[in-house]
Nanobody, 123 residues
Framework: QVQLVESGGGLVQAGGSLRLSCEGS????????MGWFRQAPGKEREFVAA????????DYAASVKGRFTISRDNAKNTVYLQMNSLEPEDTAVYYC????????????????WGQGTQVTVSS
């Protein structure tokens, strides 16, 4: 069974940091582009960040650029999202995803999704 499992969410004060992890199992994701998305209450899911299969190319939403960093460790089948300078507007459920059909980061067309981890930023 193919799975992506996120962890690392929680409650943090504005200005704080969190590091999310997403570990894959059931298949290797080393050849896949990986991404992070988020969904706030009452809003549609939105793109946050993506990374190429080898980590050489990254893409960020304008709202998080300069504050968030996506990275990956293919030996551990894991992708990370380092989130710094968190703002209340970052409060959402964060999901990781894998694009089995592409090695290059994109903002749509992901095939595998995790169950999500809650991030809450208090003001």
């Amino acid at each position: 069974q193919v799975q992506l499992v996120e962890s690392g969410g929680g409650l943090v004060q504005a200005g704080g940091s969190l590091r999310l992890s997403c570990e894959g199992s059931g298949r290797s994701f080393r050849s896949d582009a990986m991404g992070w998305f988020r969904q706030a209450p009452g809003k549609e899911r939105e793109f946050v960040a993506a990374i190429s299969w080898n980590g050489g190319i990254t893409d960020y939403a304008a709202s998080v650029k300069g504050r968030f960093t996506i990275s990956r460790d293919n030996a551990k089948n894991t992708v990370y999202l380092q989130m710094n300078s968190l703002e209340p507007e970052d409060t959402a459920v964060y999901y990781c995803a894998a694009d089995r059909d592409s090695r290059w980061p994109g903002r749509t067309e992901y095939d595998y999704w995790g169950q999500g981890t809650q991030v809450t930023v208090s003001s």
